[in-house]
C-alpha cells in the first residue's frame, strides 16, 4: 500500500530562520512526488513536481529535493507570509487515474 | 481565469438530510475528483471521473454518489446525511497524462448536525 509521512506535524520558525521540511514515502514505483502550500480556508496550491532521485526544484524561498525513499522541502530564510501547511503527495506508476496519496501536511508558522 | 469553483463554500445540515455540491472547472480538464478532509487524516479520495458519463469510487465512496454529465461540471451528493460526514469537502481537476499536478478548488465546509 502507497504511504506517505510528513514530519514534524507543525513547525515554528523566526524569521529569517531556515529549516527544512520531510516527506517519506513508500510507492509501488514512483511516478511523481507533489508538494502543495494550503493556507487557512483555501484549497492546496500547487508548488513543485519532483520525477527522479537527484532532482531538485526551486521557487522564491522554497527548494523541494527527492531521494528514492524522502523528499524535503527546504525553506531559506522564510517570513511570515511563507507561513501555511505544506502537503506532500505522491503518484504511483501503476495507477490509471492520476490517484494521489497525500500525507497529513507540515503546519509552518513564522513569525516576525 | 477562475479555475476550479466550488459551491457551496457553507452549509449546515440535519442528520438525513440530502444535498448536492458542485464542481465547475473551466481548464478543459478531462480527470476530477472529489476529496474529504479531516484533522490529522489528510486529504481522502472519495470518488473520481475520467471523463463526461464515467465515474469511479476512491477510498471512502460509502454515503455519496457523483454524476458526471458535462465535462466541466463533477457532482457530489449525500443521500442521507450523517454526522460522519462532517468534513471539508475538495474538487480537484486535472489534465489527462502523468505526473499532471491536480488543481483544486477552495473547499465546501459541511457541518452534519
Known amino acids: 500500500e502507497d504511504q506517505v509521512t510528513q514530519s514534524p506535524e507543525a513547525l515554528r520558525l523566526q524569521e529569517g530562520e531556515s529549516s527544512s521540511l520531510n516527506c517519506s514515502y513508500t510507492?509501488?514505483?514512483?511516478?511523481?512526488l507533489f508538494w502543495y502550500r494550503q493556507d487557512p480556508g483555501k484549497g492546496p496550491e500547487f508548488l513543485f513536481t519532483?520525477?527522479?532521485a537527484g532532482e531538485e526544484k526551486e521557487k522564491e524561498r522554497l527548494k523541494a529535493t527527492l531521494t528514492k525513499k524522502e523528499s524535503f522541502l527546504h525553506i531559506t530564510a522564510p517570513k511570515p507570509e511563507d507561513s501555511a501547511t505544506y502537503l506532500c503527495?505522491?503518484?504511483?506508476?501503476?495507477?490509471?487515474?492520476?490517484?494521489?496519496?497525500f500525507g497529513t501536511g507540515t503546519r509552518l508558522l513564522v513569525s516576525p | 481565469n477562475a479555475g476550479v469553483t466550488q459551491t457551496p463554500k457553507f452549509r449546515v445540515l440535519k442528520t438525513g438530510q440530502s444535498m448536492t455540491l458542485l464542481c465547475a472547472q473551466d481548464?478543459?480538464?478531462?480527470?476530477m475528483y472529489w476529496y474529504r478532509q479531516d484533522p490529522g487524516m489528510g486529504l481522502r479520495l472519495i470518488h473520481y471521473?475520467?471523463?463526461?458519463?464515467?465515474?469511479a469510487k476512491g477510498e471512502v465512496p460509502d454515503g455519496y454518489n457523483v454524476s458526471r454529465l458535462k465535462k466541466q461540471n463533477f457532482l457530489l451528493g449525500l443521500e442521507s446525511a450523517a454526522p460522519s460526514q462532517t468534513s471539508v469537502y475538495f474538487c480537484?481537476?486535472?489534465?489527462?497524462?502523468?505526473?499532471?499536478?491536480?488543481?483544486f478548488g477552495d473547499g465546501t465546509r459541511l457541518s452534519i448536525l
Open positions: 480537484a481537476s486535472t489534465k489527462r497524462g502523468s505526473n499532471q499536478p491536480q488543481h
Open positions: 510507492v509501488s514505483g514512483l511516478r511523481g
Open positions: 519532483l520525477y527522479s
Open positions: 503527495a505522491v503518484q504511483a506508476a501503476n495507477t490509471g487515474f492520476q490517484k494521489l496519496v
Open positions: 481548464m478543459n480538464h478531462e480527470y
Open positions: 471521473s475520467v471523463g463526461e458519463g464515467t465515474t
